[in-house]
């Protein structure tokens, strides 16, 4: 089975990780933005549920003030030339997101280095 890859990652340009993180309340059973996580990281991986591509793909993500439970980083451009150009281009490879071990979330993410139309 093909896998469909809806976001692009553009080497030499920045890249932002972010998602929104919730927990469930023991009381309600309902979901709530999960508020102060300390430890969340993000990361490009070659595999899903694989160790990122190199340490320089990995970032430390942080709570957007005035937006509980969203937690955001950025990888920048010429990190991404580096270690993603001469191997990458038109692959499919991994965004994770990882709190602890109580989460850990993979999105299929297409490498292109080049825009197409536009």
Known sequence: MAII???????GND?????ALYQRALATGQDTPAVGLLGVVGFLSATKGGAPIHADLQ???QERS???GQY???????VLTTHLTASY???TIWECVQS?????EYVAIRV???RIGG
Do not use: C, I, M, N
Not at 5 to 10: D, G, I, S, T, W
Not at 72 to 78: A, V
């Open 5 to 11: 890859a809806h976001k692009l990652v553009y080497p």
């Open 59 to 61: 970032v430390a993500l």
């Open 72 to 78: 955001f980083g950025q990888l920048e451009g010429s």
């Open 66 to 68: 005035g937006v509980p």
């Open 112 to 114: 292109r280095l080049a």
């Open 89 to 91: 281009d038109e692959d």
């Open 15 to 19: 890249y932002l990780l972010e998602r």
């Open 100 to 104: 602890g071990t109580d989460y850990k």
